[in-house]
């Protein structure tokens, strides 16, 4: 039996002296420098009405240059068709009694107020802001602060449940059913606590547990898909992506186009960004701008399963290989 090594010790203090400033700078990196670089950054905004009449709103949107990408409507309906199906953030409607801005808080309600503050005109000699909320955020949650607070949550327990998972059971149909299982518990109490007691989404509750269901088996899969293939070096990997980028870089406070340039589409990819996408389209959308956000957490899902299913025929092949040859074979 070897003795411990004299060295060991200091070897691992000096890790720890390295590894966590190394580790704050990363989180300030991921977390704070997004936040303080908020701007539209080819932010989808609709223009409806006349060319004629349109035209001095699309020069007063073109001053600001890279900020919105302008979508043109024939008239006021279809901005908000546009806007209800989450194609636009918001719309500004040119008529002869002068442009109506239109908005939406439960896409961002970050956005509905830049774009009400900065778009409107003056409502007559009191003045104030034309504005129209065509799909308002929860009245008990007006900032969406609530609805932002909770990716975080969500991803710390989808991790959670990877990590127990992964520790508890090998890769199989086992482990499967235990994700699914943690996956549903979750939701059901998220759903529960958000929407059942708290009050800040609206939709169908079923509807929102299932999205939320998704996005923990979506985050909870991958991690025990890489801790399959590569161990806990993979699950500390999949932990790191999941809580220092996939949830601040997701734009749920915000948006995704506020974002630096490239940090609001990577979030749009990664499970957080994608299910906090698709709970606001069930809230407060009736569906509308879903089939992205579901397409990417069914595509992580399939990743993470299929992770799951190659660590399972990878110890399969080597306890085959490693068993005894009969004697005589």
Do not use: K
């Amino acid at each position: 039996m070897h003795a411990p090594s004299s060295h060991a010790g200091p070897r691992r203090a000096l890790v720890a002296i390295v590894a966590v400033p190394v580790v704050l700078a990363l989180a300030i990196l991921t977390f704070a420098w997004p936040s303080a670089n908020l701007a539209p950054r080819d932010l989808p905004l609709g223009v409806a009405g006349p060319a004629g009449l349109t035209q001095p709103v699309e020069d007063r949107l073109a001053e600001h240059a890279g900020a919105f990408e302008v979508h043109h409507y024939a008239d006021e309906a279809a901005a908000r068709e546009a806007i209800e199906d989450r194609e636009v953030y918001g719309a500004v409607v040119a008529s002869p009694e002068g442009p109506r801005v239109l908005t939406a808080s439960g896409a961002s309600p970050l956005v509905s107020g830049l774009l009400g503050q900065a778009l409107a005109p003056p409502a007559g000699p009191a003045g104030g802001a034309i504005v129209t909320d065509v799909a308002p955020a929860d009245p008990d949650d007006p900032r969406g602060s609530a609805f932002g607070s909770l990716v975080l949550p969500l991803v710390l327990a989808s991790v959670i449940a990877g990590v127990i998972v992964s520790v508890l059971g090998r890769p199989g149909l086992l482990q499967v059913a235990a994700i699914a299982g943690a996956a549903i518990g979750a939701a059901l109490v998220a759903a529960a606590m958000v929407q059942g007691w708290l009050g800040v989404i609206e939709g169908d509750w079923l509807l929102n547990a299932g999205v939320l269901a998704l996005t923990v088996t979506a985050v909870a899969s991958l991690l025990a898909g890489l801790n399959a293939l590569l161990g806990h070096a993979g699950l500390a990997i999949g932990a790191v992506l999941m809580i220092l980028v996939g949830n601040p870089w997701s734009g749920v406070s915000s948006a995704p186009e506020l974002l630096p340039e490239g940090v609001g589409a990577t979030g749009q990819l990664l499970p957080p960004g994608a299910g906090g996408s698709l709970l606001r389209s069930t809230a407060f959308f009736d569906g509308g701008g879903a089939v992205e956000p579901l397409a990417v957490l069914l595509a992580w899902t399939a990743i993470g399963l299929g992770m799951v299913g190659a660590g399972w025929l990878l110890r399969r092949r080597r306890a085959v290989a490693t068993e005894p040859v009969p004697a005589g074979a």
